[in-house]
């Protein structure tokens, strides 16, 4: 009974070529649940879009990406000293956003090759200005930590735009002809390129890439079961009583694939708060809208999704779909683990 993704195969591959053909350098992102499609199976891809490099996203991802992929990985956390089982590969490269880590890691194996972190507006990781600039001047004159291969220097902007004049004051005092950078637009990408061709920008791209064209992908969830209900019928774990009379449908997908798990929202604009609100106050009376689409709406849960189905309510008079077809379910990619990915 599995949740599904599908893709427009040729569609979604003409998006990938399209995407690394318009920005030189690019570097394809390949982590956590791998955009919906699954680490490895983007390391293959990447191999196939024939990038010399794929970011990943923890060192736990090494092992699956290295089977797949013939050309570097660069390992997007920080590299620690308390970490156990780090790969020291000569394919891999580590992201260092301490000064301390440096001796640290070159002690640890030999002649690591390493990207210097800035400490951007996004206060995560990462060295202030003035400590990455004495260190990439040291490097740029051969005086930086002995054992090890500085690679280039990564931005981790913030998301949206109007990231110019920030990444201006780090060009402005860091002595770097490599940077890496992620959350750069197409448009400041090319105003940066235009104003220091001498510098190499290489962006770090994820979910633009593989997740750019969504008119080739959909999220389909085969219906397992289907019980006609009447008002009064009490159903589900939790025995709650059914409001009208109509279909109660089991569908695939739960909690198991991130069905119903959302990350806190951001919330930005009145009409968000708005939503929020909303959902909130549904939410404290028992009642939520699923992701799952029966006969062109959205249709209510009828208690918490399970570990692996779901519960849906479908009112009388709409269309029910048989058991073994199939509905759309409206998810985020990044958070939902699909049971099989079929690629036309």
């Known amino acids: 009974m599995p949740l599904s993704l599908y893709v427009d195969g040729p569609r979604w591959r003409d998006h990938l070529t399209a995407t690394v053909a318009a920005q030189p350098g690019l570097v394809p992102v390949a982590k956590g649940n791998g955009y919906g499609f699954t680490v490895g199976r983007l390391a293959r891809r990447a191999e196939w879009l024939r990038v010399p490099v794929i970011a990943v996203g923890t060192y736990r991802e090494v092992a699956e990406v290295e089977r797949r992929f013939s050309g570097d990985i660069l390992v997007l956390e920080p590299w620690r000293p308390f970490f156990t089982d780090v790969p020291y590969g000569e394919r891999v490269i580590h ?12 002690a640890r194996t030999v002649r690591p090759r390493v990207v210097l972190e800035a400490l951007t507006s996004m206060r995560r990781h990462g060295l202030p200005q003035t400590e990455l600039a004495d260190l990439s001047w040291l490097a740029v004159n051969g005086r930086a930590a002995p ?22 004051r780090w060009l402005a005092t860091v002595p770097a002809r490599r940077w890496f950078v992620s959350h750069l637009g197409a448009d400041e990408l090319t105003e940066l390129r235009g104003r220091h061709p001498d510098i190499e920008f290489r962006p770090r791209v994820g979910t633009a890439l593989w997740l750019g064209d969504r008119s080739a992908l959909s999220a389909r969830a085969t219906v397992v079961d289907a019980h006609a209900v009447r008002r009064g019928d009490r159903v589900g774990y939790r025995q709650r009583a059914v409001t009208r009379e109509g279909s109660l449908l089991v569908v695939a997908g739960g909690t198991g694939h991130g069905i119903a798990l959302e990350a806190p929202t951001a919330a930005a604009s009145t009409r968000q708060r708005a939503v929020a609100l909303a959902r909130g106050g549904l939410d ?11 006969d062109g709406k959205q249709r209510w849960f009828v208690e918490p999704p399970h570990m692996q189905v779901s519960m849906v309510f479908v009112p009388a008079g709409a269309a029910v779909p048989d058991i073994g077809d199939e509905v759309d379910v409206h998810v985020r990619f990044t958070t939902t683990h699909f049971d099989q990915v079929v690629i036309s």
Do not use: F, K, W
């Open 284 to 294: 404290a009376v028992g009642r939520a809208l699923s992701p799952y689409v029966v």
């Open 95 to 106: 992201t260092v956003g301490r000064a301390d880590d440096i001796q640290a890691l070159a």
């Open 147 to 168: 054992g090890v291969r500085l690679e280039g220097q990564a931005l981790h902007l913030p998301l949206g735009t109007g990231h110019i004049a920030e990444v201006e």
